[in-house]
């Protein structure tokens, strides 16, 4: 389905700066019909979705990398590290920093 087109497109290439149009282009149809899709199947808009894979993917980096903060955060997508513990908390109620040190445990 296009749904499941924009979902792969979206675990291919959350790192990159991706666009509304972006995805739209990848299924073949209008972003405003996308969004309204995405969300009728996922219970999410097409960024709330990708922002929840970035989310994932810099908790498995945290989890298991040496990365720093700075680095995930560019790794995973976000414009910058603030943006990127901003979100973390919002979405995680830890900063990134806090998620480490309780999966360290």
Not at 4 to 10: C, P, T
Not at 30 to 49: A, D, I, M, Q
Not at 74 to 91: D, E, P, Q, R
Request: aromatic share 12%; with cysteine; glycine share 4%.
């Amino acid at each position: 389905s296009d749904i499941k087109k924009a979902i792969a497109f979206l675990q291919e290439r959350y790192w990159c700066n991706i666009s509304l149009d972006d995805i739209a282009k990848e299924v073949n149809i209008s972003p405003y019909h996308l969004v309204r899709l995405f969300k009728s199947e996922t219970g999410k808009t097409p960024f709330e979705f990708l922002t929840d894979i970035k989310i994932e993917q810099a908790k498995k980096l945290i989890t298991h990398s040496n990365f720093n903060m700075t680095e995930i955060s560019g790794l995973c997508g976000f414009l910058n590290a603030s943006h990127f513990s901003i979100v973390f908390k919002k979405k995680t109620g830890y900063t990134p920093s806090e998620f480490k040190s309780h999966s360290m445990m």
